[in-house]
């Protein structure tokens, strides 16, 4: 379980977090922390990346 969720989170870094032309935008703008918080409290991907690490963190 545990090595499947972890994959999960890295195909989904893979496909949506690396060239993420959102997080790019905000990181010249506001810079890496402002691009973290928008990636954690507004973006879905980011939503679905803490509810993996959740369940990561209990397995």
Do not use: W
Not at 10 to 25: E, F, I, S, W
Not at 39 to 49: Q, T, V
């Amino acid at each position: 379980m545990t090595k499947a969720i972890v994959e999960n989170i890295d195909a989904l870094q893979d496909t949506y977090c690396r060239d993420c032309p959102v997080k790019q935008a905000l990181r010249e703008d506001k810079g890496k922390r402002g691009a973290h918080h928008f990636c954690i409290s507004a973006c879905s991907i980011g939503k679905k990346l803490q509810q993996l690490g959740t369940q990561l963190t209990r397995s």
